[in-house]
């Protein structure tokens, strides 16, 4: 580790190298990319089929960064495509040639603290003191969601809460995730708890439970449209949607963009909702594949079947055979690959998918505990007099930023080594 530290360090030195932070343009294309930076694209040959289809998941507009010398080559370059996991292209040492990687995102997670005055809205108030359009999202909705009326709220009420925060390279990294608030009248002080989607849950009065697990619930409107079902009858999930996973056969963390069913070969596979087939035939490591489009943007994908029954174009119904399990492409055994994006972006399909409906409305449960500890936690910053913090206040400068990249690049490649 000391070795590539130096190594590191020394070539940033002698090299005079450069930082630059930019933007992905929108409609670029990864092979665009080496083209612009002189690098063969004979690259793409070397990334398997595997890695390959990360490449459509850089995201127009998303930040990324790159290391160059003095003459502009490119040495490194860090291209988020989750929040977890990133494209790691590096020169390698002494060699006119560059290597491929998907890797661990380094950032920090830490946990902040908030207080707003009611003068107008919580979305305003938050926005004006606190300084992160995120944040002040992230708290509307919360509030909003938990059926507490804002329009109620007086000026001078008191909102409070904590929340954790992402942050790479001396910037927000993702959305932060509100854990606790506390809302503070005149007449009264009330809690919201928040779900992993950051939706609000008012505080009921239930008999003490001290530290003891508490389960809310709520119901999802939904059209008739939009209610989906289940790929396959009698599932059972053997791996879940995930941004980072260790991955069975690369042996490397990828990610997981989907749900896996476990099901033997020749389960008929059925059509979660009504669309429109956009794709059907081989893709991959995926095998055998059909894709559909549904409405409000959604798509879904079936992998590793072992006979398809569709083609392209037809319209399928909810609930309609499409294909059978299997096992082609690159897969540890027969089993369903069920994906779901919605407006491009891959989602946890299990968000979505249903096997029972009550009427228009779905049951959504939401656990929590450690209840007094996070209600403790939140009332001793409150004690305290805790200033709020304020995203905007403090700024890196380009050298330590420089400098935290090198650090970054250090640990993605200690990171590398371990896994290969």
Not at 122 to 139: E, F, H, M, T, V
Not at 251 to 260: A, E, K, L, M, V
Not at 352 to 364: C, D, E, F, P
Request: proline residues 3%; glycine residues 8%; aromatic residues 10%.
């Amino acid at each position: 580790m000391k070795i590539i530290i130096l190594c590191l360090l020394w070539t940033t030195l002698v090299l005079s190298m450069k930082v630059d932070y930019k933007q992905w343009k929108k409609n670029q294309t990864f092979s665009d990319y080496l083209g612009t930076n002189h690098i063969s694209k004979s690259l793409l040959q070397s990334i398997s089929d595997e890695d390959k289809k990360f490449l459509l998941e850089i995201r127009s507009n998303s930040k990324y960064c790159e290391l160059k010398d003095k003459n502009g080559v490119l040495y490194q370059v860090l291209i988020p495509i989750n929040e977890e996991m990133q494209i790691h292209l590096f020169k390698k040492p002494h060699l006119d040639e560059y290597g491929f990687d998907i890797i661990s995102v380094t950032y920090q997670n830490k946990e902040y603290f908030g207080k707003i005055a009611v003068e107008r809205n919580p979305y305003s108030d938050a926005l004006s003191s606190i300084q992160s359009p995120q944040l002040a999202k992230r708290l509307s909705l919360a509030l909003d969601s938990s059926d507490i009326d804002t329009q109620s709220l007086q000026k001078g009420d008191e909102i409070a809460f904590i929340y954790m925060q992402k942050t790479r390279l001396g910037e927000l990294y993702a959305m932060p995730k509100i854990q606790l608030i506390k809302i503070s009248t005149r007449k009264k002080e009330q809690y919201v708890y928040i779900d992993g989607d950051g939706y609000g849950y008012k505080e009921v009065k239930r008999k003490k439970s001290g530290n003891k697990k508490v389960v809310y619930g709520r119901r999802s409107r939904t059209s008739k449209r939009g209610r989906f079902g289940m790929p396959l009858r009698h599932t059972q999930i053997t791996s879940g949607f995930s941004y980072r996973r260790w991955h069975p056969l690369l042996h490397r963390y990828r990610p997981h963009q989907g749900t896996d069913f476990r099901a033997r070969k020749g389960t008929p596979l059925r059509a979660v909702n009504d669309g429109r087939i956009i794709f059907s035939g081989w893709m991959g490591g995926y095998g055998r594949v059909v894709k559909i489009r549904h409405a409000g943007g959604y798509v879904s994908l079936y992998a590793h079947q072992s006979r398809i029954r569709v083609k392209r174009g037809q319209r399928v119904r909810k609930g309609q055979i499409i294909g059978y399990s299997g096992n082609s492409g690159r897969s540890t055994g027969p089993h369903l690959h069920f994906g779901l994006t919605r407006y491009g972006h891959w989602i946890n399909p299990m968000r979505v998918l249903r096997k029972k409906s009550i009427g228009n409305a779905v049951l959504k449960k939401f656990a929590i505990t450690d209840i007094e500890k996070s209600k403790e936690k939140l009332n001793v910053y409150l004690a305290n007099n805790t200033p709020s913090y304020i995203w905007g206040q403090e700024w890196f400068s380009r050298k330590l930023r420089d400098t935290e990249v090198v650090e970054v690049v250090e640990n993605e490649e200690q990171n590398h080594k371990l896994q290969a």
